[in-house]
């Protein structure tokens, strides 16, 4: 893998690059960054799932992004049709997280509104830690006490989850760092919001046309200026990093 920007050269260790930037926490909530891979003409799905556009580069990036992570966090449309299980961190970044005085794998927090969660998928019943999920505090009773056996809930706001009040809450549990794995509509809502710290692109080398959704996708413009922090290539796959300029 290469750096192109700021100083071009060859990185021989992604994790220890990644995990030396800095991503300091906000006294009310954790650093937030989004980590998401786009075709070059912004499509964020080939066939309805995302695996089709990475290579090794991009997993290399993905891996050290959640190598990072406190809690990664995912919106619930992007757990079921992606079928997330739980974090399995390898042994040498599970040491060099425990170095940093981080739990040896990090927390899956999937963000729903319907609770529709397959309770039975490995993601709850094979994780280390029990997941998060964060849901409306005014959801269905009986469905949240199913979800409560095998998860741990966050609830806030009534109707609707309140990102901010939930990334407070897990910031209380001393969470510092959140990695978001999106999907469009959980990535729209945290722009909404204003709480995208970091967005981790990748654009991979291929133009694929159709009509897949964009990485923000479903909720009110927003106007948000971003700086780029570093640019890798790898596979051909450019391997971004932008920092929100407040
Ligand atoms: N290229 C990439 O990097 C990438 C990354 C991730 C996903 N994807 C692709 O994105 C697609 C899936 O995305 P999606 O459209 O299903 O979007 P999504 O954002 O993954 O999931 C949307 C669902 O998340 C929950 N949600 C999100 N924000 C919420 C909020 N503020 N409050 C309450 N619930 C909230 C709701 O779940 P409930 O329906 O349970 O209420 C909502 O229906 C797949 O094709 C996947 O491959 C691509």
Do not use: C, K
Request: hydrophobic share 50%; charged share 20%; no cysteine.
């Amino acid at each position: 893998m290469q750096r192109l920007w700021p100083t071009p050269g060859e990185i021989n260790d992604i994790a220890a690059l990644v995990a030396d930037e800095a991503r300091p926490p906000w006294a009310a909530r954790p650093w937030l960054l989004v980590n998401m891979i786009t075709s070059l003409d912004g499509a964020i799905a080939i066939e309805g799932r995302s695996g089709g556009l990475g290579g090794p580069a991009d997993a290399a990036v993905f891996a050290a992004l959640r190598g990072i992570a406190d809690v990664i966090l995912v919106g619930a449309g992007t757990a079921r049709t992606e079928r997330y299980g739980p974090p399995r961190p390898s042994a040498a970044t599970r040491r060099a997280r425990q170095a940093r005085g981080q739990a040896p794998a990090p927390r899956i927090a999937v963000v729903t509104r319907s609770l529709t969660l397959d309770l039975a998928s490995p993601l709850f019943t094979e994780a280390e830690e029990r997941p998060l999920v964060i849901a409306p505090a005014a959801a269905d009773p009986a469905r949240l006490a199913e979800v409560a056996a095998v998860a741990e809930l966050v609830l806030t706001g009534g109707a609707e989850v309140d990102l901010t009040a939930a990334l407070a809450q897990l910031r209380r549990g001393g969470v510092a760092v959140v990695t978001a794995e999106g999907g469009p509509i959980l990535n729209a809502n945290l722009a909404a919001a204003d709480l995208i710290d970091e967005w981790a692109l990748s654009v991979a080398p291929r133009l694929v046309g159709g009509d897949a959704a964009r990485a923000v996708t479903g909720a009110p413009p927003v106007d948000h200026r971003y700086r780029l922090e570093r640019l890798l290539e790898g596979d051909d796959i450019l391997l971004s990093r932008w920092v929100r300029q407040r």
